[in-house]
């Protein structure tokens, strides 16, 4: 339903039962200060359809990313069960490392979720020719468990690199040392993770970016590299997609 009609009847029946109408995306958020620039999950203007948001209070980048979210699932799914009852109609989520919370957030809402951009590892595995692995850049790879990448159901072996070491990223989403962000320091620490990806990995024939914070980046890792880039801009965009199929002619 598209805007609360029943498509075919015979009159124009509005359909009640939700206070928001037209907006199927409930995005769950962690609570940070850091600076959403356009392309960031968390800044609504990247989306080109309208999106729910809700802030997990107490989930903060460090007790989620480095800290494994323990404790904050009852947190989760409160707040995704408040987006339904709005009016949303799937959920996602602004953290990759919130896989662990897959199976959990499913069930306890009873609408599509799909909790991180990890998730399109097998889809886009398939497209590669043999010899070739997806490979990952996250925010931290001695955070990212298997744990995290079974619930996403990412192969246990997959070729992966942080920003741990880099000079911005991590220090400003990760550590929050502070609330502005140079926006070149940190693409380039992205853009050089990955080019530690493939220079480690030959195999790498496509790039999958964990961080939800990353989009702002794909374009210029993936010049730097050279291989197809896929991140939660490219996985939200696919979802939405099946909430609101376009209609042609």
């Known amino acids: 339903m598209t805007d609360g009609f029943r498509p075919g009847a015979a009159t124009r029946i509005a359909r009640g039962g939700k206070a928001i109408y037209g907006v199927p995306l409930g995005i ?36 989620v990313v480095l800290k494994g979210a323990a404790g904050l699932l009852p947190d989760f799914i409160a707040a995704a069960r408040e987006l339904v009852r709005l009016g949303a109609e799937a959920i996602t989520t602004n953290c990759g490392f919130l896989s662990l919370f897959q199976r959990e957030l499913a069930a306890a809402v009873n609408v599509p979720v799909a909790t991180s951009s990890l998730m399109q590892v097998p889809w886009v595995q398939a497209t590669l020719p043999p010899g070739q692995r997806v490979g990952i850049v996250t925010v931290s790879a001695a955070t990212l468990t298997p744990a995290h990448l079974e619930a996403a159901g990412v192969p246990l072996d997959a070729p992966m690199t942080g920003t741990e070491n880099g000079r911005e990223f991590f220090r400003v989403l990760i550590k929050a040392e502070k609330d502005d962000m140079d926006v070149d320091l940190a693409r380039q620490d992205v853009v050089d993770a990955a080019l530690a990806l493939v220079a480690r990995h030959s195999d790498v024939g496509a790039i999958v970016l964990e961080c939800t914070n990353m989009p702002p980046y794909a374009a210029a890792v993936q010049e730097a590299t050279g291989l197809p880039v896929y991140d939660i801009y490219s996985m939200v965009s696919w979802f939405h997609a099946g909430l609101r199929p376009r209609r042609f002619g």
């Open 28 to 63: 769950l958020m962690l609570e940070a200060r850091f600076p959403r620039i356009s392309g960031d999950m968390g800044n609504g203007a990247t989306w080109p359809f309208p999106v729910l948001y809700r802030v997990v209070g107490g989930a903060s980048p460090d007790k």
